[in-house]
């Protein structure tokens, strides 16, 4: 497999350009990942997935901030491409939802509490839908796919405000 640059635009509040070593094709497969809300930043950037068949990866995250929506309050963590135009759940290829109100932890619901949440098993696959996630060094096959943060239930109308909006790149070996 040819090596691949990623190189990561954050669309995020502090709009910095983050560049990352070339990724072997020995790279190991991400175990888990966590993202501090409030430096927008991820344990593990990117992630690594493995190309054949779905990698679980665990995700856990810190300082969200707590709003009150009519149908619910919390923070979704949703696997999908690249073109984030959703705040609606059912567009990504998975997703679970965290909020304070969450009465028991399984793989579509767990606590955010003190705007923290742990637990949320996110699936990564190569292709989904009419989605292929297999990018390479030219970025000319595919489309780069994410775990993404975000608000649910319209509460914002775009990424660029929402404060619960975060995005790390998912490559696959």
């Known amino acids: 497999m040819k090596k691949k640059t990623a190189a990561v635009c954050s669309a995020l509040a502090a709009g910095a350009l983050v ?6 094709a020995s790279a190991a497969v991400t175990t888990s990942v966590s993202v501090d809300n409030s430096t927008k930043t991820w344990s593990v950037d990117p992630v690594i997935a493995n190309l054949a068949g779905s990698t679980r990866i665990p995700v856990s995250g810190s300082g969200f901030n707590g709003f009150t929506l009519p149908y619910g309050n919390g923070v979704y ?33 767990v606590l955010l509490s003190g705007g923290a949440f742990s637990n949320a098993y996110i699936d990564v696959v190569q292709a989904y839908d009419d989605i292929d996630c297999l990018v390479d060094e030219n970025d000319t096959v595919g489309e780069q796919c994410y775990i993404y943060t975000f608000s649910g239930h319209g509460a914002f109308p775009d990424a660029a405000g929402d404060p619960n909006y975060s995005e790390v790149p998912v490559y696959f070996e």
């Open 77 to 109: 963590v949703a696997f999908g491409g690249e073109n984030f135009t959703s705040q609606d759940a059912g567009y990504y290829e998975d997703a679970v939802w965290a909020s304070p109100t969450a009465t028991s932890t399984t793989e579509t619901r």
């Open 19 to 24: 560049l990352t070593a070339p990724l072997s």
